[in-house]
């Protein structure tokens, strides 16, 4: 069918081209309709002053889910479904919204699937806007929820931890076809993953047990002392030192065995207590082939750099019961749509410093669950000697970072988080390590070959890294275990798993472009058993922790990465859709006329059946030093003069608030069935992120400028979000008014996904996802009225949430 939405103007993005508007009111909005007898049809909209002058233009939004007509108690309900937040303070600002209706035109089929996605027209668009389709029964079928309901969480009920057995991994040639020619390839992956399973139940009693690593390795308490043991194959000798034993290395000599294990056994002390204090330092001292070395345990739980001192030292932390943090509240179970909310502890505070575990929890998390994401992920967790390595070339992969406070202050901050509904994703690296020999792993036993690929294959040139040898067995243990480690100690509630395109080919995915073709993906270049690793660990995850989340960054398209491990698939439950922020950088490099709503559109929807995908416009890669987040590449300099309230705008700032907003909103709404932002793009945060490092010396003579160890743009200006003075706060309230959106009407994961038009011409998108049709208008100088769009159901609409930039 097809309809009009009379007395609707879909307005254009403010044009950089030509200033003189010649009379047309030029316009981004977005806006949502409802189906008229559905609901209530009281709707309020407010007008918002912070993007634009407030003279000149305003932003309108409906604030108020609509409440089905047959609830006795509308009035509680209405106060309960108010977006939170996002009212304006002032009263004056709200009006009534007049219904809006969709005249039905003619027949407009939809014979195709709906869960797939369809493509029927040629074209391209920019204002946006949401149209809802609610059928007449819905009320009989839904219920509202609250945003801003408190969160109760149940106790889960104690369920023994099954790990599945591997299954016949057929299934993946039924869902794709196109595997069958390289059927060889598959079946011998999945070969060799059976075979590791079968070896590990023979030999280790399971991946449970062989997944708790950390009650045997590294530092183990039991009631007459501790045992630590380690394995170094390639050291002589091992004794254990520290302050414990004023560092004597012929104090503490420790025994090896026939697998290259080395162990020593301290009894308590005479008056019961441990042989080593609680927050002591140790180290483990090795005659290796590389000469006499002293090194961090690699299954260390805590290690800091002393005041005034180079290299890290591990710590003994074994706090007393009473000292110890215990967890007041229950993981939430896994949304259905994931909204990630990117952050870095350190960087969290607006001022120039280094934040904490426990400020964050006081001042960030609220923050998170006030704009509606409901889960945040977190970078930097394992300890990194580096810090402008963002976290991640790591030194001690089972040891939180200290920078930021103690093991029990960061359990502190997850379990604040679960208190708030919050999921709580941890961006573990497992695809390489810090080639750092001081503090970390690299040549931990004087062997080059240790944990890692010995020669060329075990460094990563780019990264200037080291790339860890996964067919090894204790290199399994160790990853396996550490994965199983952060989500039993520290409750967290999945991961993101880092670099795993370099992962699972052995050209780690430089200087190559994939394009699709399935021999790219099996064949001699891929890392079967990295590949096989990532399996296991997926097993470790679902098994043990049913509710977790398993999410891969993956630039290549693998097939099968999100299918499940016993139907042949790799077991991630979402991939990273990296393409797409790659994909609005290259068009912020063009002029406005030669973007292509088609390859938007492509862009956005380029993934495949059944396996899902986190899109995100712009992470934190974008907003590193020496590239531009989106704001900036729309607004440059513009932003440090004229983003204030009290000021004229200009025309760069009013296309950059406009685009700013649509970008992400389209992202969310066609590119996949998880979204993602980082920290203060959610208001176009105006700096970019520089760690704070001297002057870097490289071996060819080259010295490459440091910042003077500034803190000053290693921070997040959250300030500028809240500050009702500035348009940032128009940014950041849209950004919120898009999450709590997605909460209400669920439509990133709705099967129904159909795309009805892509007009060139008009530069218009326009699609439908859920009960939401969004429309978007990119084109740079027109605007239009009465636009005739293809809705798949007839009826009345009206709009429940708009907001709209508008500059004269």
Not at 62 to 83: C, F, G, H, M, R
């Amino acid at each position: 069918m097809v309809y009009t939405i009379s007395g609707i103007r879909f307005p254009v993005v403010p044009s950089l081209h030509n200033s003189s508007f010649h009379g047309d009111r030029k316009t981004a909005s977005l806006s949502i309709f409802l189906k008229k007898d559905s609901f209530s049809r009281k709707t309020l909209a407010k007008n918002f002053s912070h993007d634009s002058d407030s003279t000149s233009s305003t932003i309108a939004e409906s604030d108020k889910v609509l409440i089905p007509q047959d609830q006795d108690n509308s009035a509680s309900l209405t106060d309960q479904l108010e977006t939170p937040d996002i009212t304006s303070e002032d009263a004056q600002s709200f009006q009534n919204l007049e219904d809006l209706t969709m005249e039905d035109e003619n027949k407009y089929s939809n014979d195709e699937a709906a869960s797939s996605y369809r493509e029927v027209e040629d074209g391209q668009g920019s204002a946006l806007s949401s149209l809802v389709d609610v059928n007449t029964n819905a009320q009989a079928k839904k219920t509202p929820v609250s945003i801003d309901r408190k969160v109760k969480i149940a106790k889960d009920e104690v369920k023994p931890k099954i790990i599945p057995p591997p299954g016949t991994g057929q299934k993946i040639y039924e869902i794709d076809p196109s595997l069958q020619a390289h059927r060889e390839h598959l079946d011998f992956r999945y070969g060799q993953y059976k075979r590791l399973r079968a070896e590990i139940d023979k030999y280790e009693g399971g991946l449970d047990a062989f997944s708790r690593g950390y009650e045997k390795f590294g530092f183990t308490r039991s009631a007459t002392g501790i045992t630590y043991r380690e394995w170094a194959p390639g050291a002589k000798s091992a004794a254990l030192i520290g302050d414990f034993n004023n560092w004597n290395p012929n104090a503490d000599v420790m025994t090896r065995n026939e697998f290259g294990v080395w162990e020593i056994f301290l009894p308590n002390n005479v008056d019961g207590s441990p042989p080593i204090p609680h927050g002591s330092r140790v180290k483990i001292r090795m005659d290796t082939p590389s000469g006499i070395k002293d090194s961090i345990p690699a299954w260390i739980k805590f290690s800091v750099q002393a005041p005034g001192e180079i290299p890290y030292n591990g710590i003994y932390y074994d706090p007393p019961e009473e000292e110890k943090y215990v967890f007041k509240h229950p993981q939430p179970k896994r949304p259905k749509s994931l909204r990630i909310y990117e952050s870095h502890v350190g960087m969290s505070s607006p001022e120039p410093k280094i934040n904490t575990y426990t400020n964050f929890r006081d001042d960030v998390l609220p923050r998170i669950k006030r704009l509606g994401y409901n889960a945040v992920q977190i970078m930097a967790i394992q300890e990194h000697s580096y810090y402008a390595s963002f976290g991640y070339h790591v030194t001690n992969f089972f040891a939180p970072s200290s920078r930021f406070g103690t093991p029990d202050e960061l359990k502190s901050l997850i379990d604040r988080a679960h208190e708030l509904g919050l999921l709580v994703l941890m961006d573990i690296v497992h695809s390489h390590a810090s080639n750092n020999t001081l503090d970390g792993l690299n040549m931990f036993d004087g062997t080059d070959g240790h944990y890692f690929h010995p020669g060329s294959r075990g460094y990563h040139w780019m990264w200037d890294s080291r790339l860890f040898n996964y067919g090894s067995w204790e290199v399994l243990r160790y990853l396996l275990s550490n994965a199983r480690w952060w989500l039993d100690e520290y409750k967290f509630d999945g991961f993101r798993f880092d670099g795993v395109t370099s992962m699972m080919y052995t050209h780690h995915g430089l200087a190559v472009a994939f394009t699709g073709n399935y021999s790219e993906y099996f064949g001699f270049a891929t890392d079967v058993d990295a590949v096989v690793y990532l399996m296991l660990v997926n097993d470790v995850i679902h098994g043990l922790f049913p509710e977790s989340v398993a999410i891969g960054e993956d630039v290549s398209g693998m097939p099968t990465f999100c299918l499940p491990t016993q139907d042949g698939g790799v077991g991630f439950d979402y991939r990273l859709q990296m393409a797409i922020a790659d994909k609005w950088i290259e068009l912020l490099k063009k002029k406005d006329e030669d973007w292509r709503m088609g390859d938007i559109v492509h862009t956005l929807t380029n993934r495949r059946w059944l396996e899902k995908c986190v899109s995100y416009a712009e992470s934190h890669d974008q907003a590193l030093v020496g590239d531009k987040t989106i704001a900036f590449w729309l607004m440059d300099k513009d932003m440090y003069d004229f983003m204030a309230l009290d000021r004229p705008s200009t025309p760069l700032i009013d296309r950059g608030i406009a685009l700013h907003k649509m970008i992400r909103l389209i992202t969310m709404g066609l590119g996949g069935e998880g979204y993602l932002n980082f920290m203060g793009n959610e208001f176009g945060h105006p700096e970019w992120i520089d760690f704070p490092r001297g002057d870097q010396h490289l071996p060819n003579g080259t010295v490459v400028p440091g910042n003077k160890f500034s803190y000053d743009k290693c921070r997040r200006r959250f300030d500028l979000g809240d500050a009702e003075f500035l348009r940032y706060r128009g940014m950041q309230e849209f950004d919120q008014a898009m999450q709590h959106l997605e909460e209400r009407f669920g439509f990133m994961t709705s099967e129904h996904q159909y795309i009805s038009r892509k007009n060139e011409g008009d530069k218009i998108i326009v699609f439908e996802r859920g009960n939401l049709v969004f429309v978007f208008n990119f084109h740079w100088s027109n605007s239009y009225s009465d636009y005739r769009i293809g809705c798949s159901t007839p009826g009345k609409y009206k709009v429940t949430s708009n907001q709209a930039y508008h500059c004269w």
